[in-house]
């Protein structure tokens, strides 16, 4: 597999990452001491590079899906997927222990978030509708997906 | 506003000395511990669980940390305990991979663990901080042996690929010359009469001499080449015996240098509460700890059990589950009360008769995204070549860190790094990758540090937190809004059920979190059984 992009998202950049201890005592201390690490903009990816860079972690290449203890959703033939405010959606505000993609900047850096643009959004949703079996038109547009909701501070649309 | 700042601590000193008077030193301690001056473990010893009733009985799902804490004491107490665990072994995320072992996650990736014998990642939890008192109570109770854990070392490096030309740093170095950087401009601020308004003269005085001594300033209050520095950020020749022995002074890397490289984030990396000396970790690997629970609890725990349904009623708790490799041969386990332990990611899918309330906090908490990777070298050239022994290495690239083995020191033969630990976008992108390519990453960025990398490489094996079957993720990745909205409703007993784990705790990926989470637990279940009495 070829990941042309893989440098871009790597840019950790440490002269002007702030500090971990921003994190607020509400949200309490966690066991990680990755001081450097600040990662919330993934640059100019498309949406296939962003599933291939960060959602097939989950749904696996392919759009397969995985069952353990729970399971990832299989995107290939799903037929959630008819409603594509339900999949940007999802991106969007997470559901279910997957995170949410639409974080303000700050909710962000708390809780290691990674933020996409409406237009990623609408980009990774085309794609996922678009392939993996999936026939969908790719049509949704980043002002349609700015109309959905969005997460509020760190918590989901309500 | 000052003055009152001032009589609230002269009445709150006058108060403690008056509790301490009347009421001995024992009412005087909880005073202090209530009003912050002495901080208590969150552990509180032993949970007390006298008066079980006769019959009464638990359902402990997980054998993680929590369960199994629980699982001890609900045991001990008399309830009868019955544990289901998905894996095929105890411990949960308490884990460590040994030459021999096998590792498959979702997606269906088998990696053979190929590391020499006693040779050992740990994927999970790695060290214990010492005021984490229940970790160490159950290593103590389980006979498990513990070591000590560098978290700082200062021969170790802090590196960036855009400071210093890509050269490592070492820590002390950094350390030292931010610290005495630092403290000559505040020296000079000082002199130049700048801190008057906020200083009386005579703690300026007091000031001056404290920043040449935690800054290694000369007498001119200037950091500079010479022994004071050197003393602290070492020297171009060490002092040595004999008549070559004379110690030649380093030159310090400027202060602009210092702020530019950014390699100041990594100074305070042995200063927060969870990662000052002392740290522990137990002989053989983390999971010495899990394994030695398992033991103990025996035939109580069931593997290869995967729940896939929870349902409470008036008088008890049914959870369905299946056998976790074929998903077949469904059964049922039923208990008076239920001490849920299952990570919330997978918590969220299992159909689960509870008040809305819970629900919703159950499907709030999104999972953190980490990797670790573990690296088999033919020699331990990082003590070998650069006296590097046990700690830790800070980089910005997307490795974030490399783990020196804490033991085994000069052992001659392999040795096994933490060849990356990884958090946020690019363990997520890790995640993505197959795991030989996660070692080949981790190979090529950890070259940048060390050249010996490619050139000792031995084999390596790589494990993807969001792709393990058991957790499907790291940890509960609270925010301070989440934490407010949903918390407490996570943590309130529900009918016949209570949750335990990290997620149920301030201490998010910490195994002390799952422990004082699980005894709040069991404690206040306890009580409700107690006020039920005897089996329904």
Known sequence: MIFPERGRLNRAS?????????IGVGAGVRADDSSFTDTDDVGPLNGEQIYQHICQGCHMPGGQGAVGAGYYPKLAGDKKLVSWEYAAITVLNGRNGMPPFALPAAAAKETRAVRLSDAQVADVVNYVRSHFDNKYRATVTAR?????PHPVGSMAAP | MKEDVVSAAVSRRDLLRLIGVTAGSAAMYQAMSALGFAAASPYQG????????????????GAGM??????????NAGYKVQVLEYNARAGGRNWTLRGGDSYTELGGATQHCEFDRDLYINPGPWRIPYHHQGMMHYAKVLGVPLEPFFQVNYNAYLHSPKAFGGKPQRYREVKADYQGHVAELLAKATRQHALDDAVSKEDQERLLESLREWGALDQNFTYAA?????????YAKNPGGGLS?????????????????????????GDTFDMQTALFQPVGGMGRIGEAFGRELG??????SKVVDIAQDATGVT??????????????ARADWCLCTIPLSVLAEIPLNVSANLAAAISAVPYASAIKVGLQFKRRFWEEDEQIYGGITYTDLPITNIGYPNTGFFSGGKGVLLGAYIWGLNAMEFTAMSPPERVQRALDYGSQIHPQYHREFDNGIAVAWHRSPFTMGCFGMWSTDSRAQHYDNLCQIDGRIALAGEHASFLGGWQEGAVTSSMDAISRLHKRAVAQGAKA
């Open chain 1, 14 to 22: 440490a002269a002007v990452s702030l500090p971990l201890l921003l």
């Open chain 2, 245 to 269: 022995a004379r110690p030649i002074p380093s030159e310090p890397v400027g202060l602009g240098d210092i702020l530019t490289s950014g390699l100041w984030q990594g100074i305070p990396n």
């Open chain 2, 66 to 75: 929590a369960g199994m804490s629980a699982a001890y004491e609900l045991r």
């Open chain 1, 144 to 148: 349609q997906v700015q109309a959905l």
């Open chain 2, 226 to 234: 010479n022994c004071y520095a050197s003393d602290r950020r070492g």
């Open chain 2, 319 to 332: 959870a369905t589950y299946v056998d976790s490799r074929t998903l077949g041969g469904k059964q049922t």
């Open chain 2, 299 to 304: 035939a109580l725990i069931r593997y290869n």
């Open chain 2, 46 to 61: 032993q949970v007390d669980l006298s008066g079980a009733p006769p019959g009464a009985s638990v359902l402990i799902l």
